[in-house]
């Protein structure tokens, strides 16, 4: 069990799924669960039992089905309503038969709020928090309080927003987290109001929104006041702008401000939890997230490659293997040899100078006309053994391909491709129809060189991307195509460019067929 000195709390089930567009089954809220409590956080807010039945199933279910290391799981939920006893309140009822070890009751702090939204007293509120708590506590779960709209409370009333802190706290509860719930403060004075709050005596947690892109500077402002319980979201998920990202928060004061919160080991895993939680969720990653995110260490600018040449550090503000990432380099119009260099070594080739300032030209020369390597690692590979090797063996040679988008009678779209390919001594004529011409174009090509290379039936084109570049280099708009294509091991990207869209996706189809016998030990 995790150290209850500094709590990490996690509230991806409840307040991450908040999210516009975020919708998850209980069988995926159990995933997320399993990979968080892989992390090591030391709770996890499963959700809200008894507002949906989604999450009272989670409750039910996660007793038999979860066996958590780590975490225990906090079941969220109101205060009682105004007027009616604790225990006859339905909604604190299934607080309470939840089987949650935790209890995190949500309560308003801020005067306005009370009068307006909740339409009870002041000193109604405060009852509404006192008998919450203590029955809670009385039925053996241990209670945190959500202060909601603590700040703007404060603000408004600061010796009401602290009755509030003061009342959970002496009713029994834990930890009273002051919620950004607007999330419209700033660090330093966010700092300042988590100060008095730990003045008045209670433990205090911190919840962040980051409706001012603040969230995580937030929420170490507020841990540097003295907060000791951190709440956050996997991936910054949550209403609006999303919340606090729990691993960003994690990752800044585990590596930055020496907390010991996670395992290390757990931390060297943070960037592929992370994107597992994103397989679940179905939300596209953010490769410019900091820490895990694909380009976070990602060296483009052939400055930066210099430097890194000769010490990594020298651009990175940490190792990114601490949190399970990879130094990536990029090669663009923007590389220098030491780009090229690296960006080469990655791919297992140590490059001499005189090859290296020859793929140099050549890579500045093509994105000049539109092509773009960052994005195609296969193409800019292929390109190097050309450079290295000159021109390359060739396991296919291509007499012609032809494809007729036809309109049927009955209304329908049929597109027809014809390819003529000569390998191993045969020439083969092989026809593929499909569902646009760039899928009727990848089935001929297969249909063609599959009998020879059986290989090739692992080989998938898994996504196609078209972008039209306008007035590259004095020319007229040019077609951008970029393929990325999956074997049984991994994927990869190739790019085209011509001014005929069919032509550029046939240039990027042709190097994603010869790449995937490059990778299936056909050398080229
Ligand atoms: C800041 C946050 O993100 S807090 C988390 C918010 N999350 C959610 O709202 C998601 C889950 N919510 C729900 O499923 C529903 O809103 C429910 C089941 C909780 C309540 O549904 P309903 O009974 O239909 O009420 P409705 O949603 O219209 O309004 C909320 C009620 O809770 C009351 N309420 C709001 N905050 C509190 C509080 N801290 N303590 C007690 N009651 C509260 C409101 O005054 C309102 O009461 P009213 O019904 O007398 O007007
Ligand atoms: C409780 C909560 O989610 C908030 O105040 O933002």
Not at 170 to 184: F, H, P, Q, S, Y
Not at 356 to 366: D, P, S
Not at 416 to 441: C, D, S
Request: aromatic share 6%.
């Amino acid at each position: 069990m995790a150290d209850d000195r500094f709590h990490v709390y996690d509230t991806t089930l409840r307040d991450g799924a908040q999210q516009e567009g975020l919708n998850l089954t209980v069988a995926d809220k159990l995933a997320v669960a399993r990979h968080l409590d892989g992390l090591g956080v030391g709770f996890i807010e499963g959700g809200w039992p008894g507002a949906n039945p989604k999450d009272t199933e989670f409750f039910r279910r996660a007793r038999t089905e979860l066996d958590l290391k780590h975490a225990q799981l906090a079941a969220f939920g109101a205060t009682r309503r105004a007027g009616v006893k604790a225990a006859d309140d339905p909604l604190v009822a299934a607080l309470r038969e939840s089987g949650a070890p935790v209890v995190t009751l949500v309560a308003k702090s801020h005067d306005r709020h009370v009068e307006l939204a909740l339409r009870t007293t002041l000193e109604e509120n405060l009852a509404m928090i006192r008998d919450t708590v203590s029955h809670l506590r009385a039925e053996g779960q241990r209670v945190f309080l959500d202060a909601e709209h603590f700040f703007d409370g404060y603000k408004s009333n600061p010796a009401y927003a602290l009755e509030v802190l003061r009342t959970a706290a002496e009713a029994g509860a834990d930890v009273i987290a002051l919620c950004d719930t607007n999330g419209g403060m700033l660090p330093d004075e966010l700092a300042d109001i988590v100060h008095e709050a730990v003045q008045a005596g209670a433990r205090v947690g911190i919840h962040c929104h980051d409706d001012t892109g603040c969230a995580v500077a937030n929420t170490l402002a507020a841990v540097r006041a003295g907060a000791t319980h951190v709440q956050g979201c996997a991936n910054g998920y949550g209403e609006r702008s999303g919340n606090a990202n729990l691993f960003t928060v994690v990752a800044n004061l585990q590596l930055k401000r020496g907390f010991d919160l996670v395992p290390q080991a757990a931390l060297a895993d943070m960037t592929r939890i992370a994107h597992a939680i994103t397989e679940v969720t179905n939300v596209t990653p953010n490769s410019h997230a900091p820490y895990v995110g694909m380009s976070a260490f990602a060296h483009k600018a052939g400055l930066h490659a210099s430097a890194i040449k000769v010490d990594p550090n020298l651009y990175q503000h940490i190792d990114p293997a601490a949190v399970g990432n990879d130094m990536r380099m990029l090669v663009s119009d923007m590389a220098g040899r030491a780009s090229v260099e690296l960006k080469g070594r990655e791919l297992g080739y140590e490059l001499t100078g005189e090859h290296t300032k020859a793929l140099v030209e050549r890579v500045k020369e093509l994105e000049s006309r539109g092509f773009t390597f960052e994005a195609a690692d296969a193409s800019f590979e292929l390109l190097l053994r050309d450079t290295v090797h000159g021109e390359r063996k060739r396991h296919f040679e291509v007499e012609s391909w032809r494809v007729i988008v036809e309109r049927t009678k009955g209304g329908e779209l049929v597109s027809e491709a014809t390819v003529k390919v000569h390998a191993k001594g045969e020439r083969i004529v092989a026809t593929g129809e499909g569902n646009g011409p760039v899928n009727a174009l990848d089935k001929a090509v297969r249909l063609a060189l599959e009998q020879l290379y059986p290989e090739l039936a692992k080989v998938q084109l898994v996504d196609f991307k078209v972008r039209i570049l306008e007035d590259t280099h004095g020319t007229d708009a040019v077609t951008r195509v970029l393929i990325t294509s999956s074997d049984d091991t991994g994927e990869w990207a190739t790019v085209g460019v011509a001014e005929n869209i069919i032509d550029a996706s046939w240039q990027a189809l042709e190097q994603a067929v010869t790449y995937g016998l490059l990778r299936a030990g056909r050398d080229c």
